[in-house]
């Protein structure tokens, strides 16, 4: 079975209650929810955060008697959310997400090293009281993968730096211990396992080497780390998973497409081969079946793609359920007019690289908003002001200008214009100049003008993005006052 599109990293969890996934789809963070392990349609499919396109970080998500919890990362740091409110958790570069039973635990990592926290009491709306944080031993800034397992009132955090070594962070009752084990390169990515007393951990190196150990409850190694599949170099995103008597590591391999399951340590165990089941992805043990994860990006559309096998690599199902949330297609659409608006604002300031430059302006562009200032009178107060915003609806893309001018309005001249645009107050002859350059400026199938005492607003819905440079010459028309 083939898919089209992009592999997006995913984080997955199964249980009795159904399935939770968070991934980083282009348009931001995504946590859908479905009810059952088969189902075919998720209960819920939403966004995490605004759309700051922010580079991904991978989200993680647990499920907490029955409820999805996720933590992210944005372009102002951590965020932890349940699908309906979130919480700002600070300016952290990486994120981790633990639970047991009831509880669930957070680590960050900082530009002050790693904290620990417990899980926010999220209200019905978004909230902004900082979050608690206990700062840990660990005070490096350069962390570059975080993970954490947690059982009871003690927590394993581990975590890798530019050196070739896996940092192991135990903080228990009544101790504290930060170890750091040699490995052949730097860690890209670390998967975490806790039962009973023992913590399976899984690996991937700068090499794209997979690795294995085995770890005590306090953090002290059973079994050392030691190369999966032979030192092969083509895995990601390796996860280990308990299955019923002891820790198995699925590897996702991109030269054939196959996820290998191994047993960890000398358990003379076969090597379970898992075909059409590539990574990235995350992989869960449930009711016996082996649950392969993977999500698949298309222009304008996202797939879960879940496939499980029995223990012996029989009764292969896979079944796929969208995890689009419906509001992507439109923040997309935004995106391309907010770049837009960049392409405006770099015009107007006289640094793009076809600018025609003109006349000087101060410009601000505040996410969908550009406000454009004309230069200053003789008393100092700016004389003309513009802002251009741009949105996305049902009936498709728009810009919204709005120019302001405070000087005094002429008599009215051509009538008939203001007659078919609806305008009840008068044009000057400069604004009906102005308004035929805008409109010539900006493809559109649909207009709006209204008016105020000082100045207009013209609501376009658009055809097609209008032109930098012509829609950059109608702006600085606007900017005239004729006085």
């Excluded at 170890?179 to 090499?207: F, I, K, M, Y």
């Excluded at 509001?327 to 007019?337: E, I, M, S």
Aim: proline fraction near 6%; aromatic fraction near 4%.
């Amino acid at each position: 079975m083939t898919h089209d599109g992009i592999l997006r990293p995913c984080s997955f969890r199964l249980g009795v209650e159904g399935w939770a996934l968070t991934t980083h789809l282009k348009a931001g963070p995504v946590l859908a929810r479905a009810r059952a392990a088969n189902a075919l349609r998720t209960e819920s499919c939403v966004f995490l955060g605004p759309d700051d396109e922010h580079p991904p970080g991978q989200p993680r998500v647990r499920l907490v008697q029955g409820e999805a919890r996720a933590v992210f990362t944005g372009a102002d740091g951590a965020h932890a959310s349940d699908g309906r409110s979130r919480m700002a958790l600070g300016p952290a570069r990486h994120v981790a997400l633990a639970s047991e039973h009831r509880r669930a635990r957070l680590a960050l990592a900082d530009g002050e090293g790693i904290a620990l926290g417990d899980w926010p009491a999220l209200g019905d709306d978004e909230l902004a009281v900082p979050h608690a944080l206990r700062r840990t031993p660990v005070s490096r800034s350069d962390v570059q993968v975080l993970e954490m397992g947690l059982s009871g009132d003690r927590v394993l955090v581990l975590y890798g730096l530019p050196d070739p070594v896996l940092g192991v962070l135990y903080v228990g009752p009544d101790d504290v211990r930060d170890v750091r084990l040699r490995l052949p390169a730097p860690v890209r990515h670390v998967d975490v396992e806790w039962v009973g007393e023992q913590v399976g951990v899984a690996l991937r190196l700068d090499t794209g080497q997979s690795m294995g150990c085995v770890l005590d409850a306090r953090g002290s190694t059973r079994v050392k780390p030691y190369l999966l599949l032979g030192g092969r170099a083509d895995g990601s995103t390796p996860r280990v998973l308990w299955a019923e008597r002891g820790f198995k590591v699925a590897v996702p391999c991109a030269s054939d497409g196959s996820v290998r399951v191994v047993s960890m340590g000398a358990t003379g165990e076969p090597e379970l081969v898992v075909e059409e089941a590539a990574g990235p992805m995350d992989a869960v043990y449930f009711a016996q079946r082996y649950y392969f994860a993977a999500v698949h990006e298309a222009e304008d559309a996202a797939t879960l793609l879940l496939r499980s096998v029995e223990q012996d690599g029989g009764g292969t199902q896979t079944l796929s359920c969208s995890v689009w949330p419906s509001q992507a297609t439109g923040r997309l659409r935004l995106r391309v007019l907010r770049d837009r608006l960049r392409g405006l604002a770099a015009e107007l300031r006289g640094v793009g690289y076809r600018s025609t430059a003109g006349q000087a302006t101060d410009v601000h562009l505040d996410g969908t908003t550009l406000n454009v200032k004309g230069p200053a009178g003789d008393s100092g107060a700016i004389t003309s002001a513009v802002e251009l915003r741009v949105a996305v609806g049902p009936e498709g893309d728009a810009l919204v200008v709005r120019w302001r001018a405070p000087v005094a309005f002429e008599e009215p001249s051509f009538p008939r214009v203001r007659r078919v645009l609806g305008i009840d107050r008068p044009l000057s002859p400069l604004e009906e100049e102005q308004l035929a350059a805008l409109r010539a400026s900006v493809p559109h199938r649909q207009e709006s003008v209204e008016a105020d005492p000082r100045g207009w607003e013209v609501r376009f819905q658009l055809t097609e993005l209008p032109d930098t440079i012509r829609l950059a010459g109608a702006v600085r028309s606007l900017l005239l006052t004729g006085a």
